[in-house]
């Protein structure tokens, strides 16, 4: 079994846990009206990244299955608002707490220091119960994994993301999976990261830039086109950028520094 595997069998098992939680947070009062809202209502993460000069979508990420704690002790009420003033275009906040060390309440907390910029529940997300859970905590958009899903349940989750107020960045790997591509999610992510043994490599975006624009060519919408891991270099990004991206997000390379906000705001001041 491959880390990807592990992770979406223990996402199974967690579940039922996930689903008894949401239903007690919105079990009908007698009058039958919710106690909260099961629709999200936050700005737009396509629309940030088509105006932004930089694109950069910052993630909040304390830990990862490949190289264990990167910051342990990163603050959700002080590291996305850092993000925030030095320049982010928009915000990725891992919501996995087994094997990422997040949680829900990462969301809350940022929204509550006064992030007001998109925010993407970074998640392994399988069934429509983390949708309900990401439009409560307060994010914009919602992470899709072709590797998780089949074409088919990838359909349905984002046509209950759309119901919601969700948009959704649909993430894939390898050139099979460009076939998802066809289902026009919110914007296309390319993942450089092999989840299954999370080797990373930035040509990856390279490689299937080209190819992903030629499925897109009779989209409904221009396509917004995100690469995701391994990206380090503000050269980088100029360079997948002139490849027909329009987002890149990055997280170790801030998060591993002492000062995220700030190691951000330098790296925007070399694109």
């Given amino acids: 079994m491959d880390i990807l595997q592990e992770i979406i069998a223990h996402k199974r098992e967690e579940l039922p846990e996930i689903r008894a939680r949401l239903k007690e947070k919105v079990s009908p009062s007698v009058g039958g009206s919710e106690r909260i809202s099961l629709s999200a209502d936050g700005p737009s993460l396509r ?49 996995d707490e087994h ?35 990401a439009a409560i905590c307060g994010a914009s958009a919602v992470l899709l994994i072709a590797a998780c899903l089949s074409k088919q349940e990838c359909q349905e989750l984002i046509n ?10 649909l993430e894939m790997h390898s050139e099979k999976e460009l076939e998802y591509a066809e ?47 391994g990206i380090s270099d503000p050269a980088t990004v100029k360079a997948l950028r002139s490849a027909g991206f329009r987002g890149f997000l990055i997280g170790e390379t801030f998060m591993k520094t002492s000062d995220p906000g700030e190691s951000l705001k330098d790296f925007i001041s070399k694109i």
């Avoid at 209950?160 to 960045?169: D, M, Q, W």
């Fill in 47 to 95: 629309e940030a990244l088509l105006k932004s000069p930089t694109g950069i979508i910052a993630e909040f990420k304390r830990r990862s299955p490949s190289k264990g704690w990167i910051k342990e002790d990163g603050r959700a009420d002080i590291i996305p608002l850092s993000y925030q003033l030095n320049g982010a275009a928009a915000l990725s906040i891992l919501t």
């Fill in 183 to 229: 289902l026009e999610p919110d914007l296309y992510g390319i993942n450089n990261r092999n989840l299954g043994s999370f080797i990373t490599d930035v040509e990856n975006s390279f490689r299937l830039a080209e190819r992903l624009s030629s499925i897109c060519e009779k989209s409904a919408t221009p396509p917004v086109f995100v690469s995701e891991s």
């Fill in 99 to 133: 094997y990422f060390g997040g949680s829900d309440d990462f969301i809350k907390r940022a929204r509550q220091s006064g992030v007001t910029l998109p925010i993407l529940y970074k998640n392994f997300v399988i069934d429509e119960a983390q949708l309900h859970a």
């Fill in 160 to 169: 209950k993301a759309h119901s919601i107020g969700l948009e959704v960045l």
